[in-house]
């Protein structure tokens, strides 16, 4: 099947955006695709065949498995075995004016938000999870200096943003220093086939946030992303508030929910920007319980970028074994044999084969989880030693997958500052 690209003579400049309706403008809340569509030739289709045969989907992302006698009308992701069917919901379009019909009661997104990737040197679109003021859109400014970057409100979203040509590129979090791994993310870079083109750390400075006027003693909650809430917890207890914690989205959302609903009982924990931007007061400064707090971005792109040698370089895998984990100790030694250096091995629960039972008759029936190894190692897949690893690592495991080889992230370091 041909790569799915927009026609090159259309020139549709705006960002794909639809209002959500929690009044947040200017943030993708749904993208869908079916791989079912083909185009003739690739090219040259009227803007009606091309709107009527490319579906950009509904009100809300839906990600699960679903059984279907008719495997041909739902779209089908299969990694290492596993399969993720998704719901889809068609745009009707109306044939004589070429736009999309009214549906009720969200307006879809459609084709015509769709504009072709930037040519080289031009403003890259990049997706990132969150309303502007979000750590992300930070992430994504330092990562593409210049960017336009496009708010998606769930992680997903950014993935499919950047499948279906939305965006040229995603910046998203996988890990921070105080409050570990974002797994979700880790699931979703099986799931889909983006590839890691590079990678960006960005120090997090914390805030206390209020509507203007409303002093500490007068909250009752304060609500942020769950793991802002994981990294201020000592802070908000030595600042003597007796107040709720509740989880949301994310840190910006936050601050915009409480402006919205002028909550004056509430405090969000968010950035200065945020702060800036929702016309919120700023209770306290970097109350994170670490200065040293520090949150790891990857960059994601359709396509892998060419591996180089002349300066250094990180490789992400994920691997799997039906043998479960005794052949873990054979995979590192691959690399300790080679003296390349592991940064990161996550595992994460194997969704397609989760327990494995092993019989023996004299103690029963013992039930271990199966899962899938994630990876990073300090070297290039143009290095020889790399390449012989991975080989030596694929004679021990049933499933490997090179998520992206790329430019470690150089910058000097420093802790969070209130101008971050």
């Known amino acids: 099947m041909q790569t799915l690209t927009p026609p090159s003579s259309y020139n549709l400049n705006k960002p794909l ?7 947040q403008p200017n943030r993708i809340c749904s993208v869908y695709r079916s791989d079912s569509v083909q185009f003739q030739n690739g090219i040259g289709l009227s803007r009606a065949d091309w709107q009527s045969s490319c579906a950009i989907l509904s009100s809300k992302v839906v990600s699960q498995e ?36 009214t549906m009720q009661p969200q307006k879809p997104l459609t084709i015509t938000d769709l504009s072709p990737a930037p040519m080289h040197g031009s403003q890259l679109r990049v997706a990132y999870q969150g309303v502007p003021g979000a750590y992300s859109e930070a992430a994504a400014g330092k990562a593409y200096p210049n960017c336009e970057a496009i708010p998606c409100d769930q992680f997903e979203v950014a993935f499919q943003a950047v499948e279906l040509w939305i965006a040229d590129r995603a910046v998203l979090p996988v890990e921070n ?6 797994h979700r993310n880790y699931d979703l870079l099986l799931r889909h086939r ?17 509507l203007p006027g409303v002093r500490k003693e007068y909250l009752t909650r304060v609500i942020s992303h769950p793991q802002a809430l994981s990294q ?4 908000l207890t030595k600042l003597g508030l007796n107040v709720a914690r509740e989880a949301v989205d994310d840190t910006a959302g936050a601050a915009e929910y409480i402006a919205a609903n002028n909550l004056r009982d509430t405090a969000a924990i968010a950035s200065a920007r945020a702060a800036d931007l929702y016309g919120m007061q700023i209770l306290a400064d970097g109350i994170q319980d670490d200065s040293s707090n520090v949150t790891r971005f990857v960059m994601l792109a359709r396509e892998p970028i060419i591996p180089r040698t002349d300066r250094p370089f990180k490789t992400s895998i994920v691997f799997a074994h039906d043998k479960g984990t005794s052949v873990l100790f054979k995979v590192l030694s691959a690399f300790a044999f080679r003296n390349i250096s592991l940064t990161k091995i996550e595992s994460r629960p194997h969704r397609n084969r989760p327990i494995r039972l092993v019989d023996d008759a004299n ?35 049933s499933f490997l997958r090179v998520l992206g080889s790329y430019p470690m992230d150089m910058t000097p370091w420093c802790p969070s500052r209130g101008d971050d």
């Open 17 to 23: 955006i639809r209002t959500c309706t929690r009044q």
């Open 66 to 101: 679903q059984p279907s006698s008719d495997k041909s009308a739902d779209h089908v992701a299969a990694v290492n075995g596993h399969k993720t069917s998704i719901d889809l919901n068609l745009v009707p379009i109306d044939q004589t004016n070429n736009k999309p019909m």
């Open 194 to 210: 983006l590839h890691i083109v590079g990678e960006v750390q960005l120090p997090v400075h914390h805030c206390l946030l209020a």
């Open 177 to 182: 220093s105080l409050g570990g791994s974002i």
């Open 232 to 235: 201020c917890e000592l802070t």
């Open 363 to 397: 103690v029963g029936t013992a039930k271990h989880f199966e899962y899938m190894f994630y990876v990073d190692f300090e070297a290039s897949m143009a290095e020889v030693r790399a390449q012989n690893a991975l080989a030596e690592v694929q004679e021990f495991t």
